[in-house]
């Protein structure tokens, strides 16, 4: 019996959920601060990912510093969409209530 099945699911739990994390952030930004400023702190994340990534000057304590940049290149950019979907969402539910109410 092979685990790859188990691994699948797994992967798809966990995009949701960072996608979802994605959704929550903007959410609470757009009620609670009033303004869209972490898009580039999800920005930064993803590039620092990638450069880790690539460029790997170093390993840290014998450990692959590639498999953390990619991680956080993924991460950073899924979260990223997601954040990107709520707030053009939002966006699109704000004009259709404003273009019903005239």
């Known amino acids: 019996m092979s685990d790859i099945g188990i691994l699948t699911d797994l992967w798809i739990y966990v995009t949701a959920i960072v996608l979802f994390m994605g959704v929550v952030l903007a959410a609470v930004e757009t009620y609670a601060l009033g303004f869209h400023r972490l898009w580039v702190l999800l920005l930064v994340v993803a590039g620092a990912g990638w450069v880790m990534t690539e460029i790997e000057p170093f390993s840290f304590a014998n450990s692959d510093s590639a498999t953390y940049g990619s991680a956080m290149a993924v991460g950073g950019v899924l979260t ?22 005239q």
Do not use: D
């Not at 969402?89 to 004009?95: F, K, L, P």
């Open 80 to 101: 990223l969409a997601g954040y990107l979907f709520a707030t053009l969402s939002a966006v699109a539910i704000g004009r259709l209530k404003r273009n019903s109410a």
